[in-house]
Nanobody, 128 residues
Framework: HVQLVESGGGSVQTGGSLTLSCAIS????????MGWFRQAPGKEREGVAR?????????ADSVKGRFSISQDNSEKIQYLYLQMSNLEPEDTGMYYC?????????????????????WGQGTQVTVS
């Protein structure tokens, strides 16, 4: 049974920082593409960042230079992190982590397969 649980959301002022965490259990590590998405009220869910099993990272243009993504697969439970800095009001939204089995190339070039994978329930980030 695959389970993803996000944490770390909250309310911050413009320019502040937050680190989101996602605990992933029941998922096979060596075929994983993992990532973060967000959805603001009235808007479509958008990809924020992805990371391949080998650590290659991909970011949306809107967050490049401000966000970083990392993973810790050393334990039975995998962890996915999103470090966010210099936050802007436009970063407000529900943040979701996702995991899927993809090729490295697919994970790097698009998030279509990741969108069809496993999802967490989300954690709210509000920037004002």
């Amino acid at each position: 049974h695959v389970q993803l649980v996000e944490s770390g959301g909250g309310s911050v002022q413009t320019g502040g920082s937050l680190t989101l965490s996602c605990a992933i259990s029941g998922y096979q590590y060596n075929s994983a593409c993992m990532g973060w998405f967000r959805q603001a009220p009235g808007k479509e869910r958008e990809g924020v960042a992805r990371i391949t099993v080998y650590g290659t990272t991909i970011f949306a243009d809107s967050v490049k230079g401000r966000f970083s993504i990392s993973q810790d697969n050393s334990e039975k439970i995998q962890y996915l992190y999103l470090q966010m800095s210099n936050l802007e009001p436009e970063d407000t939204g529900m943040y979701y982590c996702a995991a899927a089995t993809t090729t490295i190339e697919d994970c790097v070039t698009h998030d279509l397969i990741l969108r069809e994978g496993y999802w967490g329930q989300g954690t709210q980030v509000t920037v004002s």
